[in-house]
């Protein structure tokens, strides 16, 4: 049978994995990474580069490459790349993409179907989206599964015959999401999430270029004005000091020129691990009121969880796990690796719903991730004040929800009200969304305080049905709302489609060379002028060997290039250090 793949679509990595009788594995990408960087660029010829490429050259040329577009999934956000003008959904088809050829030269035959997560808090939207960009790269999306289910069924959790209370404590590049996820009747239920859509690994990078740019007299957003171009080196030097940093007692970081060179008088500046602690430590309390708002929203105490697992790449910190620990009073599950536990439940998931009749072991349900509700107006004294929230389920219900709240007419003889839907978690309706409105009329005249309740449906597929019953006369009104909920439509799913295939990128085998060369280019402008000449040199015979076609002239330069920078740059093969 067909191999459905799992696949974590992260914001700065991702990754395919597969379900063996020994349980998952990650497929390796065509550099035997076990991370696809969430980055496309597109390189000077005009062609597409994804993963670990396009990482490079946005060290060089940022304006060619776009990052973290998973944050404006299912939004109107489009980025130019490349003269063309792409939407978020594409970008994450292209990572897609490349994340399939892998599969399929894993397995040596087609891919088509797969098992795709997202964050617990993504709406209907964005789970739309998600499929979307699947069904750009050519995959059927058989589940959209939220990320802390999957890593708790990456721990065999699914498997666990106790019920269990398991906190999802997920540090990625940069979000922070804690989810409560509850073991009851051998199914997995998401009770609460709560998250810092500005918290994660880059903030850590940051303090690092940060701290080393005030020891020069400069702050951060300064440079970043002034000499964009040393700042984007220096949080790449930044950010594998702090990988190293995970590992060793102090790390070194080069400080470049303002032009994002290393000149021969360039600085070096050592930073230690308790260092990096003191820094990133008042940020890092930052994780402390999510926690305590999906713990409220869960009713739950910190002692009544079971079970901590770590998720993200951050979390490899030590620091994170230290406070962790301290937190919560035990030792978190890390057993595997953080920043690959989502992709590997992901393929566990796949593996149950390939095996027929399986899928029913793993009911997997769902919470509101937004508070729904009306407008509503308020009576202070005689004072009528308009624009009040009034909530009617609240944010982190367990759907499918049906809820009923009673609302009555404010003035005499009033026989019309408009009911108007918002999501959201103001008080006042202003700072929330509004998802849609409709007229009740036909309200018997009469004195103030005429009822109608309106009641809230919100199913699984995040679609809301607002029904409004006059009381008095049993009159109904019925409203759905978020189908329309802007999904991309399969005339749009087409075009993306043919617009991708006119997007020239390298066959798959040609990944090697081209991370080759962008990481070349990249360590070019780090050297002094000696070490450059060579560097140039061994350069123009790759490729010159590359216009050859001749494998084996191909190879000689390649592997000439390579030990080359395995001397110059050991930290870029593996920027994160990180071991299986
Ligand atoms: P996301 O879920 O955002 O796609 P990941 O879970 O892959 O991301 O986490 C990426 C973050 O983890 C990055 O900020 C990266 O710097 C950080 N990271 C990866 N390895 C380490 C390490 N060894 N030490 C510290 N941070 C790390
Ligand atoms: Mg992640």
């Known amino acids: 049978m067909e191999p459905i793949v799992g696949i974590d679509l992260g914001t700065t990595n991702s990754a395919v994995a597969h379900l063996t009788p020994d349980g998952p594995n990650i497929i390796p990408n065509a550099l035997g990474g076990r991370l696809t960087p969430s980055v496309v660029g597109v390189d000077e010829s005009g062609v597409v580069v994804v993963g670990a490429a396009a990482r490079e050259l946005q060290v060089v040329r940022p304006d060619r490459c776009a990052a973290l577009f998973k944050r404006h999934m299912g939004t109107d956000k489009t980025y130019t790349l490349g003269g063309r003008t792409v939407t978020p959904e594409e970008l994450s088809g292209l990572v897609l993409r490349s994340l399939k050829a892998d599969a399929e030269a894993f397995f040596a035959r087609p891919v088509t179907r797969a098992v795709i997560t997202c964050p617990a808090y993504f709406n209907d939207r964005q789970r739309k989206a998600t499929i979307a960009a699947g069904r750009i790269a050519g995959l059927t999306v058989e589940r959209i599964l939220n990320e802390p289910t999957a890593a708790a069924i990456a721990y065999g959790f699914h498997d666990s015959r106790e019920d269990k209370k398991l906190l999802i404590f997920d540090l990625g590049g940069g979000t922070f999401d804690v989810s409560v996820v509850e073991l009851f009747d051998g199914a997995l239920e998401v009770r609460a999430s709560a998250g810092e859509t500005a918290l994660g690994g880059e903030d850590f990078t940051r303090a690092i270029a940060a701290r080393v740019l005030e020891g020069f007299g400069t702050s951060f957003e300064r440079a970043e004005v002034t000499t964009p171009l040393l700042v984007a080196r220096l949080i790449q030097q930044g950010e594998v000091a702090k990988c190293r940093l995970s590992r060793e007692e102090t790390a070194v970081v080069r400080v470049p020129d303002a032009a994002g060179e290393f000149t021969a008088a360039a600085k070096e500046v050592t930073v230690t691990r308790a260092q990096l602690d003191a820094w990133v430590s008042p940020t890092l309390t930052r994780i402390e009121l999510p926690i305590r708002r999906a713990l409220a929203d869960a009713k739950l105490t910190r002692d009544e969880i079971d079970e901590v697992i770590l998720v993200g790449g951050a979390t490899r910190m030590p620091l994170v796990v230290r406070r962790v620990r301290e937190l919560f009073g035990k030792d978190p599950h890390r057993r595997l690796n953080p920043d690959e536990v989502v992709a590997l439940g992901a393929a566990v998931q796949a593996g149950l719903v390939g095996r027929a009749g399986a899928v029913e072991d793993l009911v997997v349900t769902d919470v509101a991730p937004f508070t729904l509700g009306v407008a509503v107006v308020k009576q202070?004294?005689?004072?009528?004040?308009?624009?009040?929230?009034?909530?009617?389920?609240?944010?982190?219900?367990?759907?499918?929800?049906?809820?009923?709240?009673?609302?009555?007419?404010?003035?005499?003889?009033?026989?019309?009200?408009?009911?108007?839907?918002?999501?959201?978690?103001?008080?006042?309706?202003?700072?929330?969304?509004?998802?849609?409105?409709?007229?009740v009329n036909g309200i018997p005249s009469g004195p103030p305080g005429q009822e109608v309740d309106v009641r809230f449906t919100y199913d699984l597929n995040g679609v809301l049905e607002v029904e409004a019953t006059v009381v008095a006369t049993k009159r109904k009104v019925t409203h759905v709302i978020a189908r329309h909920a802007k999904g991309l439509s399969e005339e749009q799913v087409r075009r993306a489609v043919r617009e991708m295939e006119k997007l020239k990128a390298h066959p798959r085998e040609e990944a090697v060379n081209r991370f080759l060369l962008a990481r070349a280019e990249r360590v070019y402008k780090e050297l002094a002028v000696e070490a450059r000449r060579v560097l140039g040199a061994l350069l123009d015979g790759f490729e010159a060997g590359l216009e050859s076609r001749d494998p084996e002239a191909i190879g000689r330069h390649r592997e000439a290039l390579q030990h080359f920078l395995s001397l110059h740059d050991p930290d870029g093969e593996n920027p994160t250090g990180n071991e299986e």
């Open 380 to 439: 202070f004294g005689g004072d009528v004040q308009e624009g009040y929230f009034d909530p009617v389920i609240d944010r982190n219900t367990t759907i499918p929800v049906s809820r009923v709240k009673q609302y009555s007419t404010v003035a005499p003889n009033q026989t019309a009200i408009r009911v108007r839907v918002y999501q959201g978690e103001s008080r006042k309706v202003a700072d929330n969304l509004l998802l849609g409105e409709f007229e």
